[in-house]
């Protein structure tokens, strides 16, 4: 186990996290954890996960989101990056990505999925979002 409080910069663990959009509906896909290890704090998010080494994150998201929610996903661009307020060892990386194809149904650490209007999102989560992502969202409408 690694002694975060040891380091007072530049060690991270990263997350890339799935802005997912599906332009027919012009809803997000957010997913709901429980029992996070990690972050107690933690209920409703983007899904994602830590990326592979070898592979770029933004493969790494692709297969992440397969993986816990079973739709195929395109990754546009990169959002926003910052470390989690709420636990500083964890680099976020927020990817816009499209909606392709598939039923979406929770799997992997997800215990439920739900789509939601851009502007719900800020409701439903119980840890902190970005100023830069929520402006993000907003331009979803």
């Known amino acids: 186990m ?3 409080q040891q380091f007072d910069k530049g060690i991270f663990l990263v997350n890339v996290l799935g802005i997912i ?3 027919k509906s012009k809803k997000i896909l957010i997913g709901k954890r429980e029992n996070d290890p990690f ?3 933690l209920a409703w998010c ?4 830590r990326p592979a080494y ?10 992440e989101v397969r993986k816990k929610t079973g739709i195929e996903v395109k990754v546009k661009k990169i959002v926003f990056a910052r470390p989690f307020p709420e636990k500083r060892e ?14 979406a149904k929770a799997g992997d650490k997800i215990t439920e999925l739900k789509w939601v209007r851009p502007s719900e999102v800020k409701k439903y989560f119980t840890t902190s979002i970005a100023d830069e992502v929520l402006d993000f969202l907003q331009k979803l409408k």
Do not use: A, N
């Open 54 to 63: 070898g592979k770029s994150t933004g493969e790494s998201l692709v297969e």
């Open 21 to 23: 959009y599906d332009k």
């Open 2 to 4: 690694i002694d975060w």
């Open 39 to 41: 972050t107690k704090e």
């Open 46 to 49: 983007f899904p994602g996960g």
């Open 90 to 103: 964890f680099l976020l990386l927020y990817y816009y990505c499209e909606f392709r194809k598939g039923t």
